[in-house]
């Protein structure tokens, strides 16, 4: 008993059936004596084809205009949502997100909540109504529609988890939770019961596609204890929390993501700001850098590594190729068949020999290491793409096993 | 150079190349130094595929439910032509019906605008915008999502008009105008130059299907002037105002409704009362009633027959049926397979020949006049249905001929 915000997919509500679905744990979730927030996705491809349509009139429609179009797909799923919810024989209310409070700042395509008036919402709950939300979207202080980019959805159900005070903010999807590595790559891979905010973002920026790491980012902020289910199978999932029980397992997870271009610019001149040059460049450009690797200069020259993602990796060349009469570097190489395989886990730092054992793995499955980055709480390397999934099973194996 | 409020219809803008011909003259229209604001329809079936998907999920779904759900196909078109008309290089801003100021009442599924709250469309094209607004579509006092109803976009378009004072409402359609007759069915059909409200208003609920009645009433009211325009030629279209010139054309127009059952109630009891009864019962389910006649008392009792549309046929009969004690008529007859085929015309009252010469025409097609009713600007009669297109013909060629 308390207030519990459900979070459902796109692919959970894609479809007449999964919607009733849909509804019926809702309900449950009502009849079990909570008040209940719903946030929802548009339906299954409706927004790709939503930006379809937009494409084949105007490619560069403006980005006030996408989320004009875009917002009308949440819409859409929450009214069919409340309808499925109207025949169960409860008391229902579907809200735009501009209904439901949400406020943004005015960056159109990737908005940003500034606040939530939630008042309509508290008002609806008072009403004993079960409150089914359009995510993804807001208006900004002109009254403008917004919508707020990746995972979007996500942040508007942990943001109002958050203003609500909710005892549990449940993000519904097409997995029963997060495991220690991508079920479809690695057959071992086990369910977590629990996993904390900064282990779930590194997992999830390294391509654990689970949970948004801005919603994740938000939910440490304001404390939302998160919960990753299946809309599917009902079963328990994964709790997202600021502090864990203790227990023997010293990885969380194994991850890897294969949106990476390692650009290396070879031989530049070992004076100081060399580095500083490139990184402020991309910056500019706003491309972001993942990992940076520098040598150690030699015979007056140096070599500088840097990750970004594939899309990303023509830009980057050809600014740093804009600069070469300045930077004087001899060579320039651009590499897009790389990946990132790394390991997770709050363990790790008290435990200096889980990098080895990582390393070792690696080496027996005869799998070379390209680059190597370390945090806190992760250890990620770069190798082969064609290798990926023999490393992301030779880690998982060393580490957790079966 | 003024202001004009132009209003697309689904099919004008069911495509993308639709979508591009409107922004065409949207774009024209502005060039030539207008104000311009748009009233969009949903796309071509959207409406019927949202209502699919509705009926799918719940088919007793709330009808706040179902505006919610329905509202969004504006949306999408209303975005669709401003990504159109951006793509031509031209200002121009979108807007959904609560941003445009559309305040409703809470008949959800058949709302009246209470009022405009017209700053934002003005602030929009003070800023030299063209503003394109979603159609059908407003917000009630406690923000609800409303919907107008049955020809709810050309009642947006004409009340826009008339808080704005535009200087003419423009209804773009998919006929290029307001005919004589409907030019499927009488062939040397012509278009009319121009019309009256009161013209337009009785050939709009004698079946011409142009203009919804709403907005033909509405712009009467506030005297907007109206032009009916087809979206896929260039061509001038039919005026719609209040007084028009003189013309020696008696007849505007020649219409036929095929929605007609008549109900006759025969042998009543001749004492005061009866007509009240019965009319009262039908009122009291809202089954509306068109043409009524009651034949003279003879021997003690009359009959009493009426026109309902052949959709409240049944339970306009069962409600006689309930009181037939109380009436103690000798029998029911209910006939579905009759038309009414009316002409229309302001110049008709001053012009005692007009009716002979309709019922000539009929005499000499040799069909069989069932029932006849008059007003001011029109003469109807029923007929069998089976009757009803040579009737149509033979009356346009009596009075307008080629």
Redesign the interface.
């Given at each position: 008993m308390g207030i519990i915000v459900q979070k459902f997919g796109g692919s959970s509500v894609a479809n007449?059936k999964r919607?009733?679905n849909v509804a019926g744990i809702i309900a449950d979730t009502y009849r079990a004596g909570n008040e209940v927030v719903v946030v929802v996705s548009a339906q299954g491809d409706t927004t790709d084809d939503?930006i379809e349509?937009?494409q084949?009139?105007?490619p560069?429609?403006?980005k006030?205009?996408?989320d004009?179009?875009l917002?009308?797909?949440e819409?859409?799923s929450?009214?069919?949502v409340?309808?499925?919810i109207?025949?169960l024989g409860l008391p229902v209310?579907?809200l735009?997100g501009w209904?439901a409070g949400f406020i943004t700042d005015s960056t159109h395509g990737a908005a940003r909540i500034r606040r939530i008036d939630k008042e309509?919402v508290e008002n609806e709950l008072a009403k004993h109504n079960i409150v089914i939300v359009a995510g993804f979207q807001g208006i900004n202080r002109y009254?403008?529609?917004t919508t707020l980019g990746r995972g979007g959805s996500d942040t508007s159900a942990v943001a109002l988890a958050a203003v609500l005070h909710a005892d549990v903010c449940q993000i519904y999807t097409d997995v029963d939770g997060v495991y220690t590595a991508d079920p479809r790559l690695v057959k071992n891979a086990q369910k977590l019961d629990e996993i904390t905010y900064d282990e779930m973002l590194e997992l999830a920026s390294l391509g654990a596609q689970v949970l948004h790491n801005r919603s994740v980012e938000m939910a440490k902020k304001y404390s939302v204890k998160l919960e990753v289910l299946s809309s599917l199978e009902k079963k328990s999932g994964t709790e997202v929390k600021e502090v864990i029980k203790v227990e023997k397992m010293l990885i969380r997870g194994v991850a890897r993501d294969n949106d990476v271009a390692r650009i290396s610019v070879i031989g530049v001149p070992d004076v100081p700001g060399i580095a500083f040059k490139i990184f402020s460049l991309l910056a500019a450009r706003k491309i972001n850098v993942d990992i940076i690797l520098q040598s150690i200069g030699r015979h007056g020259t140096k070599d500088i590594s840097f990750t970004v993602s594939r899309m990303h990796a023509d830009q980057a060349v050809s600014v740093i190729e804009e600069v070469r009469p300045t930077l004087r570097y001899e060579q320039l190489v651009c590499d897009s068949t790389i990946s990132k395989v790394s390991i997770v886990g709050s363990g790790m730092v008290a435990n200096p020999g889980v990098a080895s054992k990582m390393f070792e793995a690696l080496s027996e499955a005869n799998i070379n290491i390209q680059m190597i980055s370390t945090s806190e709480i992760k250890i990620s390397v770069l190798i082969d793409e064609a290798d990926s999934e023999r490393a992301l099973n030779a880690v998982h194996n060393a580490f957790i096993g079966d």
């Open positions: 007449a919607v009733n939503l349509k937009a084949e009139i105007n560069k429609a403006s006030r205009e996408m004009m179009l917002s009308s797909g819409l859409i929450a009214s069919l409340a309808m499925a109207e025949r209310v579907s735009t209904q309509r009254d403008d529609v």
